[in-house]
């Protein structure tokens, strides 16, 4: 059974930077295509950023673009997600994502892991 735990979340100022990393188990890692999607009091689940299988191949959320990195470890089976330049506006919970194609769209992964809280204030 494969299994995503997120870690890295917490209570920031605007303008500072988070590194959120998940690891993942239960299979072999390099498989999956990554992504991180983040839920608010708006909408259910968003999409962030995803990287292919190999780590070349990444996307991103257009308000997220060049203030956002995704990045992976598969020695460590582990998908990071650094954020940078933090606006109140990306608060929310962040989850990550596993799935067998590189993919923006949530139903494309299967395997999810529980949340990381974010929260940029002024």
């Known amino acids: 059974q494969v299994q995503l735990v997120e870690s890295g979340g917490g209570s920031v100022q605007t303008g500072s930077s988070l590194k959120l990393s998940c690891v993942v188990s239960?299979?072999?890692?390099?498989?999956?295509?990554m992504a991180w999607f983040r839920r608010t009091p708006e909408k259910e689940r968003e999409f962030v950023a995803a990287?292919?299988?190999?780590?070349?191949?990444?996307g991103y959320w257009a308000p997220v673009r060049g203030r956002f990195t995704i990045y992976r470890d598969n020695d460590k089976a582990t998908v990071y997600l650094h954020m940078g330049s933090l606006k109140r506006e990306d608060t929310g919970v962040y989850s990550c994502?596993?799935?067998?194609?590189?993919?923006?769209?949530?139903?494309?992964?299967?395997?999810w892991g529980q949340g990381t809280q974010v929260t940029v204030s002024s």
């Open positions: 994502a596993a799935g067998g194609s590189y993919s923006a769209v949530s139903s494309n992964f299967p395997y």
């Open positions: 990287i292919g299988q190999g780590g070349d191949l990444t």
């Open positions: 239960g299979d072999t890692f390099d498989r999956y295509a």
